[in-house]
């Protein structure tokens, strides 16, 4: 079979090729900037295209498959010769489908969690040598790529994004798995420049439900008010199970899940991602893992690249960093922080950098997100509301929308960075919180401060 990616360098995509090279496939593709890792990990397999740029004679009769990723534009040359020679063009949840139409399809939704339940779900698998197809929003210790596809397993584990799909298939990505096993752990507006109402960005869920196959699983978290009313409020022919955050402790620093078993120590931590693990626990048990083995597995369980990774910890001192940027996400990974290390001082840092986070009418949804943490940092780049072509946020705007007198607010990355190495870190714990870097923050400067 011959693929050709449009966009190949984006980070689900050169995954996605990756996987497609692996399985024996021929692989080629183009993009107009292609930064690291996605460079030497095509490169390394011979995919890194030779040139940057769009090149239609790439494109013949002899392609198979055409799958289109967003970084692209509806007028891309490629597509534009692949529209023209009647090639088949998928988007990536499309092609993923065509992948996987003939097994049992396990699908993660939701606004938050996601990616951690996820992660968990392939831990468990990998620790008892059980294999699965699987795509994942985060690179994972032990794990090659974040996709893997096969002609043989039976399971494909499938992180189900709301975003849109491709320039030219605006729907939700996934509306397009059809799940057999479905879970939904949270609903909290998200994506407000392409669902503007918050009624508009709950039905997408809504819809999810109706795509499962009849006769299959919702799996959903009881503890989200709004998951707990479209899950109970579907009418098509699915078993559902609902979970909610088990019973733990912390003690000296360490979270204690309540087990039938008793008291079992576990390396993550926070009240959501116990919600997490109770998810996990029930899709895994839905894929024949018994309780007991789902225990021995995730006790292991270190977390999701960039989800509370802890990056850096000294005697007294240790830094996370978190890829939180929504306003639920961001409460409550503060929230966790705070309540594993209580006795410390939180100091929280946050960057606005998503479409929604820099929206003058989303940026009230942040009010009261980090009034867990001590020493509370806004860091946004003005450059980067230009790029998304926004009105200008002012910080104005951003103080009176978290509500915290003595926030401090930076557009500056040098002033910001000033600012987070003048810290005392003694007796402390770091969190950075962001889809972005800060402008370009020296990680390993800030390990050094917690040794």
């Not at 292609?34 to 090149?55: A, D, V, Y």
């Not at 090659?144 to 399971?155: P, R, Y």
Request: with cysteine; hydrophobic share 40%; net charge negative.
């Amino acid at each position: 079979m011959r693929t050709h990616f449009i966009a190949i360098g984006g980070s689900a995509m050169h995954n996605l090729a990756l996987a497609m090279h692996e399985k024996g496939n021929i692989v080629t593709g183009s993009d107009d900037a292609i930064f690291e890792p996605s460079r030497t990990r095509l490169q390394k397999k011979g995919l890194l295209p030779r040139e940057l740029g769009w090149f239609p004679e790439k494109l013949d009769q002899n392609i198979d498959a055409v799958i289109l990723g967003m970084h692209a534009k509806g007028d891309n040359p490629e597509l534009l010769r692949a529209q023209e020679l009647g090639l088949k063009i998928y988007s990536y949840p499309e092609f993923l489908y065509e992948q996987s139409k003939n097994k049992t399809r396990v699908v993660i939704g939701g606004s938050h969690g996601k990616t951690t339940i996820t992660s968990m779900i392939l831990h468990v698998m990998n620790f008892h040598d059980i294999e699965v197809d699987y795509m994942v929003g985060a690179q994972l210790e032990g794990f090659e790529t974040m996709v893997h596809l096969t002609d043989d397993n039976d399971f494909i584990v499938l992180e189900g994004d709301e975003y849109l799909s491709s320039p030219i298939d605006l729907r939700p990505k996934f509306h397009l798995y059809q799940p057999n096993i479905a879970l939904i752990s949270g609903i909290a507006w998200d994506h407000i420049n392409v669902f503007p109402r918050y009624e508009n960005y709950v039905e997408q869920f809504e819809i999810f439900i109706n795509k499962i196959t009849n006769g299959g699983i919702l799996v959903y978290n009881q503890d989200d008010p709004e998951v707990k009313r479209v899950a109970e409020t579907a009418t098509n022919p699915i078993r559902k199970i609902a979970y909610s955050t088990p019973q733990y402790t912390v003690e000296n620093g360490v979270t204690l899940l309540e087990t039938s078993e008793g008291k079992m120590p576990i390396e993550v931590f926070g009240a959501h991602n116990l919600n997490n693990l109770a998810g996990a626990k029930w899709i895994c048990q839905n894929m024949s893992v018994d309780e007991a083995d789902f225990y021995q597995a995730i006790a292991t369980f270190k977390g999701a690249s960039k989800r509370l990774e802890k990056i850096a910890e000294g005697k007294n001192k240790v830094a996370y960093k978190d890829f939180a940027h929504s306003p639920s996400k961001v409460s409550a990974t503060t929230k966790a922080v705070k309540q594993q290390y209580p006795d410390r001082k939180l100091i929280a840092c946050l960057e606005l950098h998503t479409y929604s986070s820099l929206n003058p009418d989303f940026l009230k949804e942040y009010e009261g997100a980090l009034d867990m943490a001590d020493v509370a940092m806004v860091f946004y780049s003005p450059d980067a509301v230009k790029i998304k072509k926004l009105n200008a946020v002012t910080h104005d705007q951003i103080a009176e929308a978290f509500k915290r007198d003595d926030l401090l607010i930076y557009t500056d990355p040098a002033a910001f960075q000033n600012m987070l190495f003048s810290q005392n870190f003694d007796n402390s714990a770091l969190l950075l919180m962001s889809s972005g870097n800060y402008g370009g923050l020296d990680f390993d400067q800030v390990k050094s401060l917690m040794l």
